[in-house]
Structure formats: C-alpha cells, structure tokens
C-alpha cells in the first residue's frame, strides 16, 4: 500500500460525464416542458397573444374612425357650402322680386297718371268741341239766310270780320267757320265735324255761302279762277302742287296767314304763308 493512500485529498471529486449529460438532458427537457408549457398555456400567453394579434385590429380600426370623421367632416362642408348658395339664391330671388314689384308699381303709377292725363285731356276736347258746335250753330244760322236777306249777309260779315284779317261778305263766313275748327284733329279722308282733312274743311268752309266745291284738292285747284300769290284776297283757296295735281288745299286768311288741316301732328291750324309756301291759289268768290 502506498503512503499516500490513506491521505485525503482537497480536490473535489469529479463528476462523471455521464452524469453531467444526464442533468444536462433533464434541464434541457424542464426547460423545453416550460416553454412548450408557456407557448401553449392560454394564461401566460394571453398578454402577447393580445398585443401581437389585437394590435393591427386596432390600427385598423383608427384608420377607419379617420377615414369616417374625415368623411363626415366633407360632407358638413358640402352642406354647408350647399346651404350658402340656397341662402345666396334666396336672397338673390328676394331681391329680384322686390325690384320686379317696385317696377310693377311705377309701372301701374305712370299708367294711372298717363289714364289721368287722358281722361282729363278728353274731357277737356269734348268741352272745347261743344263750344265749337254751338260756334258753328250760331254761324250757320246768318249763312243760310244769306241769299234771301242782303242785310243778313251783312250783319255775318260784321260779326265774322272780327276774327279774320279784312275778310268781308261771303269771304268772312267762310273764314269763320274754318277758324271755328282750329285744333281739330286731322284724319285722312275725315269730313268733320271734328276731324278734317284738307279738301274736306275746304269744302264744308265754302258750303257755308253754298257753294259746292270738289271734294278732292286735286279738283279744288281748278275749281275758280287762278290769281297770283302776290295778288291774295281772304277766301282764296291755297294749293300746294300743280294746278290740277295738287296734293293739299288751305284757305287764305288774309294778313299773310292761312287756315287748313294740315297733318296728323299739327291737326287745324292758323300758320303764316312763310310757315309752309303754297305753290298758286284760285278764286272763288
């Protein structure tokens, strides 16, 4: 036996290998369990397993409450815009409607004044064609005396030779009965009593002495004998045109002036021979 058999020695003893693999393997094998154990346990996992598979829900989610608030945020803006053009086209319309109404009014008030106007200008026409009327029946009574009574005759001349420029006898009564028509109305192919046309005031003038003239002024420029116009006498009878084509007839008032129908806007009027030169005259009293 050797002297140092029996000496203890301070090493620690070795361990075998196959024992260290054996710990080794068991360790191993706990430690797998345990993680097999914590994969599959539902009570350890829950956590991760909520924020591995919740988490993309959530984000989804936020993207969709985005999208929608984003959305419903358009929508209101187009509402409102929507209603900002109904306000504007509501006040637009408003307004156009209350312009069309105040131009209703003054419309309706011109047409109202100008009726007034009318109605008012009418009846003062018809009072004017009354006192005329009853003018022309105080005339007509000393003309159609006139050829039984020479004193008649002579006292129409008197009171007719008041309004005319040196007329006497026939020439007066003639000339006062066309000056009674100033402003009358002229009126193509009219005979009176109110509106005349030229040839027809001539005409009646000279009816009122009885005497028949033409009712046209073509005929009425040949009806007497031709004078010059520098050789005028009240009662001539004053055309314009050729002897025979003449186109319009007046009466020669004496002064220098004339009574005739003249045109629409002038009606019966008393102008000077400058107003409107005639081209002859005829006479025929």
């Not at 402003?183 to 009219?190: K, N």
């Amino acid at each position: 036996m050797s002297h140092t058999a029996h000496i203890p020695s301070h090493r620690k003893p070795r361990r075998s290998a196959s024992k260290v693999v054996l710990r080794s393997g068991v360790a191993g094998g706990v430690l797998s369990t345990i993680a097999v154990a914590g994969a599959a346990g539902p009570a350890n996992a829950e956590p991760v397993t909520t924020q591995t598979i919740e988490m993309p829900t959530l984000t989804s989610g936020l993207v969709g409450d985005f999208t929608r608030s984003a959305e419903a945020t358009q929508r209101m803006a187009n509402s409102l815009d929507l209603r900002a053009q109904q306000d504007a086209a509501a006040a637009s319309a408003a307004q156009t409607a209350k312009k069309a109404k105040a131009d209703a009014e003054r419309k309706a008030e011109a047409e109202a004044k100008k009726k007034a106007e009318a109605e008012a200008r009418a009846k003062a026409a018809a009072a004017e064609r009354a006192s005329r009327t009853a003018e022309r029946t105080t005339l007509s009574a000393p003309s159609s005396s006139n050829s039984g009574s020479g004193s008649s005759s002579g006292s129409s001349a008197s009171t007719s030779s008041k309004s005319t420029s040196g007329a006497t006898g026939s020439a007066a009564t003639v000339l006062a009965f066309a000056q009674a028509q100033l402003g009358d109305a002229y009126i193509m192919g009219s005979t009176g009593p109110n509106a005349w046309d030229c040839s027809a005031l001539v005409q009646a003038a000279y009816r009122q002495i009885g005497v028949d003239l033409p009712r046209v002024s073509q005929d009425q420029s040949t009806a007497g004998t031709q004078v010059s116009l520098s050789n005028l006498q009240p009662g001539d009878i004053l055309y314009w045109g050729g002897a025979g084509s003449a186109y319009h007839t007046a009466i020669y008032a004496g002064g220098g002036e004339f009574i005739g129908a003249q045109n629409p806007s002038s009606g019966v009027v008393k102008k000077s021979l400058d107003w409107d030169p005639p081209s002859g005259a005829v006479r025929v009293l």
